[in-house]
Protein backbone atom coordinates (compact mmCIF):
# COMPACT_ATOMS: atom_id res chain seq x y z
CA UNK A 1 0.00 0.00 0.00
CA UNK A 2 2.51 2.23 -0.65
CA UNK A 3 2.35 4.92 -3.61
CA UNK A 4 5.94 6.11 -5.09
CA UNK A 5 6.13 9.00 -7.94
CA UNK A 6 8.36 7.28 -10.08
CA UNK A 7 8.28 9.31 -12.88
CA UNK A 8 6.37 13.02 -12.53
CA UNK A 9 8.65 15.47 -10.46
CA UNK A 10 8.03 15.36 -6.24
CA UNK A 11 5.36 16.88 -4.92
CA UNK A 12 5.90 19.38 -2.28
CA UNK A 13 4.13 16.79 0.22
CA UNK A 14 6.65 14.42 -0.44
CA UNK A 15 6.73 11.45 -2.56
CA UNK A 16 7.16 8.31 -0.80
CA UNK A 17 4.25 8.40 1.49
CA UNK A 18 2.13 5.56 2.81
CA UNK A 19 -1.48 5.57 1.97
CA UNK A 20 -2.35 4.13 5.69
CA UNK A 21 -0.75 7.43 7.14
CA UNK A 22 -2.41 10.18 8.78
CA UNK A 23 -2.67 13.00 6.01
CA UNK A 24 -0.65 15.70 8.18
CA UNK A 25 2.30 13.01 8.46
CA UNK A 26 2.02 12.75 4.95
CA UNK A 27 3.42 16.41 4.53
CA UNK A 28 6.64 17.59 4.34
CA UNK A 29 7.71 18.43 7.68
CA UNK A 30 10.63 20.60 6.71
CA UNK A 31 12.20 22.27 9.57
CA UNK A 32 9.58 24.67 11.11
CA UNK A 33 9.75 28.91 12.15
CA UNK A 34 13.04 29.79 11.00
CA UNK A 35 12.61 27.95 7.13
CA UNK A 36 14.15 28.91 3.96
CA UNK A 37 17.24 30.28 5.74
CA UNK A 38 18.47 32.54 8.57
CA UNK A 39 19.14 35.65 8.76
CA UNK A 40 22.17 35.32 6.87
CA UNK A 41 20.55 33.56 3.59
CA UNK A 42 17.22 34.66 3.48
CA UNK A 43 18.00 37.29 0.82
CA UNK A 44 19.87 34.82 -1.49
CA UNK A 45 18.19 31.87 -1.01
CA UNK A 46 16.87 30.83 -4.92
CA UNK A 47 15.03 27.85 -5.86
CA UNK A 48 18.11 25.85 -6.72
CA UNK A 49 16.95 22.44 -4.96
CA UNK A 50 14.07 21.92 -7.25
CA UNK A 51 13.10 18.31 -6.32
CA UNK A 52 14.21 15.43 -9.06
CA UNK A 53 11.77 12.58 -9.87
CA UNK A 54 12.45 9.60 -6.80
CA UNK A 55 12.99 6.46 -8.54
CA UNK A 56 11.26 3.63 -7.21
CA UNK A 57 13.70 1.04 -6.60
CA UNK A 58 11.19 -1.73 -6.52
CA UNK A 59 12.27 -3.50 -3.69
CA UNK A 60 11.17 -4.24 -0.09
CA UNK A 61 9.59 -0.99 0.72
CA UNK A 62 7.40 -1.84 3.63
CA UNK A 63 4.59 0.73 5.02
CA UNK A 64 5.26 0.34 8.66
CA UNK A 65 9.12 1.54 8.08
CA UNK A 66 8.08 4.75 6.12
CA UNK A 67 5.45 5.36 8.51
CA UNK A 68 8.31 5.24 11.37
CA UNK A 69 10.34 7.33 9.52
CA UNK A 70 7.61 10.27 9.18
CA UNK A 71 6.35 10.46 12.84
CA UNK A 72 9.89 9.12 14.98
CA UNK A 73 12.81 9.81 12.92
CA UNK A 74 11.91 12.84 11.17
CA UNK A 75 12.28 16.09 13.79
CA UNK A 76 9.46 17.67 14.86
CA UNK A 77 10.95 19.91 17.12
CA UNK A 78 10.59 24.05 17.21
CA UNK A 79 13.89 24.25 14.82
CA UNK A 80 17.02 25.83 16.28
CA UNK A 81 18.35 29.26 15.19
CA UNK A 82 21.98 29.79 14.69
CA UNK A 83 22.24 32.98 17.51
CA UNK A 84 20.84 30.27 19.26
CA UNK A 85 24.31 28.27 19.69
CA UNK A 86 26.76 30.04 22.22
CA UNK A 87 30.13 30.21 20.05
CA UNK A 88 31.93 27.16 17.71
CA UNK A 89 32.01 30.11 15.34
CA UNK A 90 34.88 27.39 13.49
CA UNK A 91 32.37 24.42 12.92
CA UNK A 92 29.54 26.91 11.54
CA UNK A 93 31.78 28.56 9.63
CA UNK A 94 32.61 24.99 7.88
CA UNK A 95 29.07 23.99 8.31
CA UNK A 96 27.81 27.16 6.11
CA UNK A 97 30.09 26.37 3.50
CA UNK A 98 29.62 22.37 3.34
CA UNK A 99 25.73 22.39 3.46
CA UNK A 100 24.12 25.76 3.93
CA UNK A 101 25.33 27.54 1.00
CA UNK A 102 25.27 24.62 -1.46
CA UNK A 103 21.60 24.59 -1.21
CA UNK A 104 21.26 27.94 -1.60
CA UNK A 105 23.33 28.00 -4.89
CA UNK A 106 23.98 24.79 -6.25
CA UNK A 107 25.21 26.59 -9.37
CA UNK A 108 28.24 27.44 -7.48
CA UNK A 109 28.90 24.21 -5.72
CA UNK A 110 29.68 21.96 -8.72
CA UNK A 111 32.82 20.31 -9.87
CA UNK A 112 35.73 21.20 -7.10
CA UNK A 113 33.14 22.73 -5.53
CA UNK A 114 30.96 19.72 -4.84
CA UNK A 115 30.37 19.82 -0.98
CA UNK A 116 31.10 16.85 0.74
CA UNK A 117 27.69 15.01 1.67
CA UNK A 118 29.53 13.45 4.86
CA UNK A 119 30.64 14.66 8.01
CA UNK A 120 31.10 13.83 11.54
CA UNK A 121 31.08 16.12 14.69
CA UNK A 122 33.23 14.75 17.64
CA UNK A 123 33.29 15.90 20.64
CA UNK A 124 32.47 15.65 24.43
CA UNK A 125 28.47 15.04 25.17
CA UNK A 126 26.79 18.15 26.11
CA UNK A 127 28.73 20.24 23.64
CA UNK A 128 26.29 21.24 21.14
CA UNK A 129 26.87 18.67 18.15
CA UNK A 130 22.44 18.07 17.87
CA UNK A 131 22.05 21.89 17.97
CA UNK A 132 24.30 22.34 15.41
CA UNK A 133 23.17 19.73 13.32
CA UNK A 134 19.39 21.27 13.93
CA UNK A 135 20.08 24.68 13.12
CA UNK A 136 22.21 23.51 9.45
CA UNK A 137 18.48 21.87 8.82
CA UNK A 138 16.39 24.86 9.41
CA UNK A 139 19.18 26.95 7.98
CA UNK A 140 19.27 25.09 4.67
CA UNK A 141 15.71 25.01 5.18
CA UNK A 142 15.96 20.80 5.01
CA UNK A 143 14.31 17.48 6.58
CA UNK A 144 15.90 16.93 9.37
CA UNK A 145 15.79 13.19 10.28
CA UNK A 146 17.21 12.59 13.67
CA UNK A 147 18.14 9.09 14.21
CA UNK A 148 19.72 7.72 17.42
CA UNK A 149 21.56 4.80 17.23
CA UNK A 150 18.73 2.77 19.57
CA UNK A 151 16.36 3.35 16.62
CA UNK A 152 18.12 1.48 14.52
CA UNK A 153 18.94 -1.26 16.21
CA UNK A 154 16.92 -2.33 20.01
CA UNK A 155 13.34 -0.87 18.63
CA UNK A 156 13.54 -2.45 15.56
CA UNK A 157 15.76 -5.38 15.91
CA UNK A 158 16.37 -7.11 13.02
CA UNK A 159 14.96 -4.28 10.40
CA UNK A 160 17.58 -2.24 10.96
CA UNK A 161 18.86 -2.85 7.31
CA UNK A 162 15.88 -2.38 5.69
CA UNK A 163 15.65 1.22 7.77
CA UNK A 164 18.36 2.21 6.63
CA UNK A 165 17.70 1.61 3.03
CA UNK A 166 14.11 3.17 3.49
CA UNK A 167 15.49 6.32 5.65
CA UNK A 168 17.54 6.91 2.34
CA UNK A 169 14.54 6.49 -0.06
CA UNK A 170 12.75 9.07 2.06
CA UNK A 171 15.48 11.11 2.72
CA UNK A 172 15.84 11.46 -1.00
CA UNK A 173 12.49 12.12 -1.91
CA UNK A 174 12.24 14.79 0.96
CA UNK A 175 15.59 16.52 0.10
CA UNK A 176 17.57 18.99 1.15
CA UNK A 177 17.70 16.61 3.49
CA UNK A 178 19.90 16.24 6.57
CA UNK A 179 20.63 12.83 7.81
CA UNK A 180 22.02 13.00 11.41
CA UNK A 181 23.18 9.89 13.48
CA UNK A 182 23.91 10.44 17.24
CA UNK A 183 26.19 8.35 18.66
CA UNK A 184 27.33 6.67 15.19
CA UNK A 185 30.26 4.75 16.96
CA UNK A 186 27.78 2.70 18.73
CA UNK A 187 26.35 1.02 15.22
CA UNK A 188 29.30 2.17 12.96
CA UNK A 189 32.33 0.70 15.24
CA UNK A 190 35.01 -1.10 13.67
CA UNK A 191 34.35 -4.64 12.48
CA UNK A 192 35.01 -7.28 15.67
CA UNK A 193 35.23 -10.91 15.05
CA UNK A 194 32.02 -11.44 17.27
CA UNK A 195 30.24 -9.15 15.63
CA UNK A 196 26.80 -10.00 14.68
CA UNK A 197 25.13 -10.73 11.37
CA UNK A 198 22.57 -7.76 12.04
CA UNK A 199 24.81 -5.44 12.71
CA UNK A 200 27.81 -6.23 10.08
CA UNK A 201 24.42 -6.27 7.52
CA UNK A 202 23.07 -2.66 8.59
CA UNK A 203 26.91 -1.49 8.60
CA UNK A 204 27.14 -2.45 4.61
CA UNK A 205 23.85 -1.29 3.91
CA UNK A 206 24.90 1.71 5.73
CA UNK A 207 27.67 1.94 3.11
CA UNK A 208 25.69 1.62 0.02
CA UNK A 209 23.06 3.77 0.14
CA UNK A 210 25.96 6.27 1.70
CA UNK A 211 27.33 5.79 -1.36
CA UNK A 212 24.57 6.23 -3.44
CA UNK A 213 23.84 9.48 -2.38
CA UNK A 214 27.52 10.52 -3.00
CA UNK A 215 27.83 9.25 -6.55
CA UNK A 216 24.20 10.93 -7.49
CA UNK A 217 25.53 14.56 -7.85
CA UNK A 218 21.50 15.87 -7.95
CA UNK A 219 20.54 14.68 -4.94
CA UNK A 220 20.93 16.97 -1.41
CA UNK A 221 21.16 14.56 1.13
CA UNK A 222 23.90 14.98 4.05
CA UNK A 223 25.04 12.55 6.30
CA UNK A 224 25.53 14.01 9.93
CA UNK A 225 27.07 11.87 12.46
CA UNK A 226 27.75 12.88 15.97
CA UNK A 227 30.37 11.12 18.69
CA UNK A 228 32.07 11.51 21.38
CA UNK A 229 34.34 8.13 20.28
CA UNK A 230 35.32 8.51 16.96
CA UNK A 231 38.60 6.38 17.80
CA UNK A 232 36.10 3.35 17.74
CA UNK A 233 34.73 4.38 14.18
CA UNK A 234 34.26 2.21 11.66
CA UNK A 235 37.31 2.71 8.55
CA UNK A 236 35.42 2.70 5.84
CA UNK A 237 32.78 5.02 7.77
CA UNK A 238 35.07 7.55 8.42
CA UNK A 239 36.70 7.65 5.17
CA UNK A 240 33.56 8.58 3.97
CA UNK A 241 32.82 11.23 6.71
CA UNK A 242 35.41 13.49 5.38
CA UNK A 243 35.16 16.72 7.27
CA UNK A 244 35.78 15.74 10.77
CA UNK A 245 34.76 18.93 13.01
CA UNK A 246 35.87 18.83 16.66
CA UNK A 247 33.46 20.33 19.06
CA UNK A 248 35.27 20.96 22.16
CA UNK A 249 34.24 22.03 25.29
CA UNK A 250 33.26 25.79 25.48
CA UNK A 251 36.41 27.73 26.22
CA UNK A 252 36.35 30.80 28.41
CA UNK A 253 34.48 33.16 25.50
CA UNK A 254 32.20 30.80 24.86
CA UNK A 255 31.03 29.97 28.52
CA UNK A 256 30.59 33.31 28.70
CA UNK A 257 28.58 33.44 25.91
CA UNK A 258 26.66 30.51 26.94
CA UNK A 259 25.92 32.02 30.80
CA UNK A 260 24.37 35.25 29.29
CA UNK A 261 22.49 33.22 26.91
CA UNK A 262 21.48 30.96 29.46
CA UNK A 263 20.30 34.11 31.88
CA UNK A 264 18.87 36.01 29.10
CA UNK A 265 15.25 36.92 30.32
CA UNK A 266 16.06 35.94 33.85
CA UNK A 267 16.00 38.58 36.94
CA UNK A 268 19.47 38.24 38.05
CA UNK A 269 22.33 40.74 39.78
CA UNK A 270 25.46 39.15 38.37
CA UNK A 271 28.39 42.13 38.44
CA UNK A 272 31.06 41.55 35.31
CA UNK A 273 33.56 40.57 38.25
CA UNK A 274 31.04 38.06 39.47
CA UNK A 275 30.05 36.65 35.81
CA UNK A 276 34.04 36.71 35.33
CA UNK A 277 34.54 34.45 38.32
CA UNK A 278 31.41 32.47 37.18
CA UNK A 279 33.18 31.78 33.77
CA UNK A 280 36.45 31.29 35.20
CA UNK A 281 35.13 28.28 37.99
CA UNK A 282 33.38 26.84 35.45
CA UNK A 283 36.19 25.15 33.17
CA UNK A 284 35.47 22.37 32.07
CA UNK A 285 31.63 22.84 32.07
CA UNK A 286 29.96 21.46 28.90
CA UNK A 287 27.27 23.59 27.38
CA UNK A 288 24.70 21.09 29.14
CA UNK A 289 26.33 20.91 32.64
CA UNK A 290 25.92 24.98 32.11
CA UNK A 291 22.28 24.58 31.23
CA UNK A 292 22.27 22.44 34.11
CA UNK A 293 24.02 24.52 36.59
CA UNK A 294 21.82 27.94 35.43
CA UNK A 295 18.41 25.72 36.16
CA UNK A 296 19.76 24.71 39.94
CA UNK A 297 20.45 28.12 40.65
CA UNK A 298 17.68 29.59 39.28
CA UNK A 299 15.81 27.80 41.94
CA UNK A 300 17.54 28.47 44.87
CA UNK A 301 15.56 31.81 45.30
CA UNK A 302 12.32 29.33 44.77
CA UNK A 303 13.50 27.26 47.94
CA UNK A 304 13.63 30.08 50.15
CA UNK A 305 10.24 30.76 49.96
CA UNK A 306 8.90 28.13 51.61
CA UNK A 307 5.43 27.69 52.26
CA UNK A 308 5.58 31.04 50.86
CA UNK A 309 5.43 29.66 47.39
CA UNK A 310 1.91 29.30 47.15
CA UNK A 311 1.05 33.29 47.61
CA UNK A 312 4.12 35.25 46.25
CA UNK A 313 3.74 37.63 43.53
CA UNK A 314 6.43 36.25 40.60
CA UNK A 315 7.81 39.52 40.58
CA UNK A 316 9.01 39.83 44.22
CA UNK A 317 10.80 36.26 43.73
CA UNK A 318 14.55 37.80 44.17
CA UNK A 319 17.19 37.90 41.41
CA UNK A 320 19.73 35.30 41.09
CA UNK A 321 23.15 36.22 42.59
CA UNK A 322 26.56 34.76 42.58
CA UNK A 323 26.21 32.61 45.94
CA UNK A 324 23.70 30.56 44.03
CA UNK A 325 25.72 29.73 41.58
CA UNK A 326 28.39 28.62 43.83
CA UNK A 327 26.08 26.72 45.77
CA UNK A 328 25.00 25.24 42.47
CA UNK A 329 28.48 24.41 41.72
CA UNK A 330 28.09 21.90 44.34
CA UNK A 331 25.30 19.50 43.16
CA UNK A 332 26.32 20.05 39.36
CA UNK A 333 29.84 19.23 38.51
CA UNK A 334 31.79 18.88 34.80
CA UNK A 335 30.58 15.86 33.65
CA UNK A 336 33.59 14.43 31.64
CA UNK A 337 37.23 13.16 32.57
CA UNK A 338 39.86 15.47 32.02
CA UNK A 339 41.87 12.20 30.27
CA UNK A 340 38.78 11.79 27.78
CA UNK A 341 38.89 14.87 26.56
CA UNK A 342 42.65 14.80 26.00
CA UNK A 343 42.08 11.55 24.07
CA UNK A 344 39.65 13.27 22.12
CA UNK A 345 42.02 16.75 21.02
CA UNK A 346 44.70 14.07 20.53
CA UNK A 347 42.36 12.38 17.68
CA UNK A 348 41.33 15.55 16.15
CA UNK A 349 45.47 16.89 15.40
CA UNK A 350 45.45 13.30 13.95
CA UNK A 351 42.18 12.89 11.87
CA UNK A 352 39.88 16.26 12.12
CA UNK A 353 39.80 18.87 9.76
CA UNK A 354 40.31 21.94 11.96
P1 LIG B 1 25.56 17.02 22.14
O1 LIG B 1 24.75 16.66 20.93
O2 LIG B 1 26.90 17.58 21.80
O3 LIG B 1 25.65 15.94 23.16
P2 LIG B 1 23.46 18.95 22.52
O4 LIG B 1 23.57 19.69 21.25
O5 LIG B 1 22.34 17.96 22.64
O6 LIG B 1 24.83 18.22 22.89
O7 LIG B 1 23.38 19.99 23.73
C1 LIG B 1 22.72 19.70 24.94
C2 LIG B 1 22.20 20.98 25.55
O8 LIG B 1 23.30 21.76 26.02
C3 LIG B 1 21.46 21.87 24.58
O9 LIG B 1 20.10 21.58 24.53
C4 LIG B 1 21.74 23.26 25.12
O10 LIG B 1 20.85 23.57 26.16
C5 LIG B 1 23.11 23.13 25.74
N1 LIG B 1 24.22 23.58 24.86
C6 LIG B 1 25.33 22.85 24.58
N2 LIG B 1 26.17 23.54 23.79
C7 LIG B 1 25.57 24.73 23.54
C8 LIG B 1 25.95 25.89 22.78
N3 LIG B 1 27.11 25.97 22.11
N4 LIG B 1 25.09 26.94 22.76
C9 LIG B 1 23.91 26.88 23.43
N5 LIG B 1 23.51 25.83 24.17
C10 LIG B 1 24.32 24.76 24.25
Same mark, same amino acid.
Not at 109 to 117: I, M, Q, W
Given at each position: CLSFESTSPKPQ??????????PRKMA?? =?????????PLLRSQA?????PRPVKE???? /??AKLVEMINSVIIDQSPSVK? #?????LEMAKQALLEMVILPTKRRDL???????? =?GLLLF?????GKTLLAKAVASESDATFFNVSASSLTSKWVGEGEKLVKTLFQVAISRQPSVIFIDEIDSIMSTRTENENEASRRLKSEFLVQFDGVTSSSGDLVTVIGATN =??? #??DDAVLRRLVKRIYIPLPDTNARRLLLKHKLKGHAFSLPDRDLERLVAET?? /?SGSDLQALCEEAAMMPIRELGSNILTV?????RGLRYGDFQKAMTVI????QKSKWEELEKWNREFGSN
Open positions: TGAISSTVSNVQ =KSSGHSRGGNNATTSGSG /YDW #EDIAGFTGLRRPA =KGPPGT =KPQ #ELDG /YQANQVRPSL
